[in-house]
Every structure is written in C-alpha cells, then in structure tokens.
C-alpha cells in the first residue's frame, strides 16, 4: 500500500514540475519577468510620464488594432497637461518639498490666469508638509549595493523588513543601542558606493487606492488609531475634540459617515470623492515619491508590483497538488483498512 502511496504522490509532484517549468519558460520565452520602462508608463500613467511638456505634447494617441484612437491614452494627455506638466523646473539643488514649493508660489501667484484642477492645487499644498519627502522613503543597503526609493501601499513593511535584514550587521552586537527601538536599519550606517543603481517598485494606481482604503479607512479601529483616513474632520471626527467641555458635556463634532460607514460601496465613494481635501502620505500618486515625476528615468530598475500570470498559475497546480494528495491519502488509508 505505501508503494501505491508513494507512486501517486510521486505522479503529482512530477506533473507540478513539469507544467510549472513549462509556464516558466513560456513567460520567460515572452520576457514577461522583465519591467520595461516605458510599460511601466503606460500602465501607471498619468502619474509618472515626463516633465518635458513639448516632448510630451508631441506624443501621438496610441491606435488599436481598428485604428481607432485610444480613449484612454488622450485622457492621460489631458490629465497631464492640466497638472503635471504646470509642476515648474528645479535645478539639482531643489529637491523634493523645495522643488514644490516654487510650484505653489506659482499657483499662488494673484496675477496667473491659468485654471488648474482643484485637486492638484490641494496636491501640491500637502505634499510639502504631509511626509511625501520624508527620510523613510530612500532605503539602503551594501550588500548589495543598491538605493531603493520606497512607496507607501506599494509593499513597503515588506521592503523594509528586507532591508533591515540585509543590513543586519550595521545593528551588532547590540541592535537596540545601536539602532534604536525598531532595533532595524532600512538605510545602512556604511559608506555607500559611488553610482550605486537605483530602484523602485510601482502599483496600479486604483490598486493601491483600494488597498489605502481597505488599510487606513475600511476598519474603524484603525481609522480612529492612525488617523491617516484624511480629512478626519469627516472620517473620524469624534477623536478631534475630545475632553473638551462644552455646558459640562462632551462637545464633537458630528458624525459625518454615520449613515454610510456600514455601506461599503457608498462609504468607498464618499472617501473617493473627499480625499483630494486633504491629502495622507499613503494616498499621495506615486509619482510625487522621490521626485519620480522628473526622474524616474534616471532609475536603472523600474519594477511593477502584482502577482504574475506564472504565479497564480502556480497556485492553482498547488491546490491540485494538496486535492490529489488527499486523495492518494484516503485511498491509502482505505486500502490499508480493508487490509
């Protein structure tokens, strides 16, 4: 009986080999496993094409295979040139919040008579002071050399566990002396190597909204805990003023979501529609992150973050595998009793 046993587990685990190296080879044959830049693009535009307006004016809506003009690409153009393209030049020595602040005295200006979309005004007003430049976004390590511009809801408390460990040696012998509470050094404490390369990781933006909604606002718990639900004077009102006393009594604000946070769809909605009034750090476009509005082109690995086709692919043959497992098992265990 354990020869029947161990000749159809074998049988399995042979014909998940095969088809999973097959998929494999068929993805690599395809260079699916790669991340062309200009994909990349394509698939998280508007958020990170160049700054170069004139280069970007010139580019022709993409045909399909009717020769028809593609809806999608000539809404990004649109997109684009009423925001982005408005963001204004900065030298090297103007990084970050630098760089954005000369854009908001532009906007401000009382004179200017361009219109720009009200969500890119209130963009450009949070991201100077919201954490979108802060330190936490540039992860390091020697070994390898390498510099990692890091994105919130794109992964990053798994990036950062992967940088801790990678740079554990820079906490011993005494993590906590030397690196602190989280006793984790995400950006090395060695000499970085000149021309170290540059990478970074990009979501789906509808994704990762979904994802920053479903994490920061979905459960009222945490949304009262972190208060990145933005604006909490509308998400979580009731932890403004507390212990304030107004006539001897609590005095709060009033619950604004209280007949939709009980609605998914409605609550999604509500949270969509008001996030531009004040934006968090989670939920800021990927392409404000490490000036990749303007430099993403300097970046040598340009990744996108999702499951590929080969690994779902893979997960569907495990299912198999453990299904046909259980029931090389059962007839086993049969057998073995009717023995």
Same mark, same amino acid.
């Given at each position: 009986?354990?020869?029947?046993?161990?000749?159809?587990?074998?049988?399995?685990?042979?014909?998940?080999? /095969?088809?999973?190296?097959?998929?494999?080879?068929?993805?690599?044959?395809?260079?699916?496993?790669?991340?062309?830049?200009?994909?990349?693009?394509?698939?998280?535009?508007?958020?990170?094409?160049?700054?170069?307006?004139?280069?970007?004016?010139?580019?022709?809506?993409?045909?399909?295979?009717?020769?028809?003009?593609?809806?999608?690409?000539?809404?990004?153009?649109?997109?684009?040139?009423?925001?982005?393209?408005?963001?204004?030049?900065?030298?090297?020595?103007?990084?970050?919040?630098?760089?954005?602040?000369?854009?908001?005295?532009?906007?401000?200006?009382?004179?200017?008579?361009?219109?720009?979309?009200?969500?890119?005004?209130?963009?450009?007003?949070?991201?100077?002071?919201?954490?979108?430049?802060?330190?936490?976004?540039?992860?390091?390590?020697?070994?390898?050399?390498?510099? /990692?511009?890091?994105?919130?809801?794109?992964?990053?408390?798994?990036?950062?566990?992967?940088?801790?460990?990678?740079?554990?040696?820079?906490?011993?012998?005494?993590?906590?002396?030397?690196?602190?509470?989280?006793?984790?050094?995400?950006?090395?404490?060695?000499?970085?190597?000149?021309?170290?390369?540059?990478?970074?990781?990009?979501?789906?933006?509808?994704?990762?909204?979904?994802?920053?909604?479903?994490?920061?606002?979905?459960?009222?718990?945490?949304?009262?805990?972190?208060?990145?639900?933005?604006?909490?004077?509308?998400?979580?009102?009731?932890?403004?003023?507390?212990?304030?006393?107004?006539?001897?009594?609590?005095?709060?604000?009033?619950?604004?979501?209280?007949?939709?946070?009980?609605?998914?769809?409605?609550? /999604?909605?509500?949270?969509?529609?008001?996030?531009?009034?004040?934006?968090?750090?989670?939920?800021?476009?990927?392409?404000?992150?490490?000036?990749?509005?303007?430099?993403?082109?300097?970046?040598?690995?340009?990744?996108?973050?999702?499951?590929?086709?080969?690994?779902?692919?893979?997960?569907?043959?495990?299912?198999?595998?453990?299904?046909?497992?259980?029931?090389?098992?059962?007839?086993?265990?049969?057998?073995?009793?009717?023995?």
């Amino acid at each position: 009986m354990s020869r029947t046993y161990s000749g159809c587990l074998l049988y399995s685990v042979s014909c998940l080999l /095969f088809i999973s190296l097959a998929c494999n080879y068929h993805l690599l044959s395809k260079g699916i496993y790669t991340a062309p830049r200009y994909e990349v693009y394509d698939t998280i535009s508007p958020e990170l094409h160049t700054n170069n307006e004139e280069e970007y004016t010139n580019i022709k809506p993409v045909l399909n295979d009717e020769k028809e003009y593609d809806e999608a690409e000539l809404i990004i153009k649109r997109s684009y040139e009423k925001s982005y393209a408005h963001i204004q030049p900065c030298n090297e020595s103007e990084r970050g919040k630098e760089c954005m602040r000369k854009t908001l005295e532009h906007i401000n200006q009382v004179n200017t008579t361009q219109s720009y979309p009200w969500w890119f005004q209130t963009l450009i007003r949070d991201v100077i002071d919201n954490g979108s430049y802060g330190f936490w976004h540039h992860f390091t390590t020697t070994n390898p050399s390498i510099n /990692f511009c890091t994105i919130g809801k794109v992964a990053t408390t798994e990036w950062r566990r992967v940088f801790c460990e990678l740079n554990r040696d820079d906490c011993m012998p005494d993590p906590l002396e030397q690196c602190g509470k989280k006793q984790c050094a995400w950006k090395t404490k060695k000499n970085m190597t000149e021309n170290a390369p540059w990478a970074v990781f990009l979501r789906d933006p509808l994704e990762r909204l979904l994802s920053g909604f479903l994490d920061k606002c979905y459960r009222k718990a945490q949304r009262k805990r972190e208060k990145h639900c933005a604006p909490n004077v509308v998400f979580n009102s009731q932890n403004l003023i507390e212990g304030k006393k107004k006539n001897g009594e609590d005095n709060f604000y009033p619950n604004l979501i209280q007949d939709i946070d009980d609605k998914d769809k409605q609550f /999604f909605a509500a949270y969509v529609d008001v996030l531009p009034l004040k934006w968090n750090i989670h939920f800021v476009p990927q392409a404000i992150a490490c000036d990749l509005h303007r430099d993403i082109g300097n970046f040598d690995f340009v990744g996108k973050m999702g499951e590929s086709p080969c690994l779902c692919c893979f997960k569907i043959l495990v299912i198999w595998l453990l299904h046909l497992s259980l029931h090389c098992i059962h007839l086993f265990a049969l057998a073995t009793h009717m023995y």
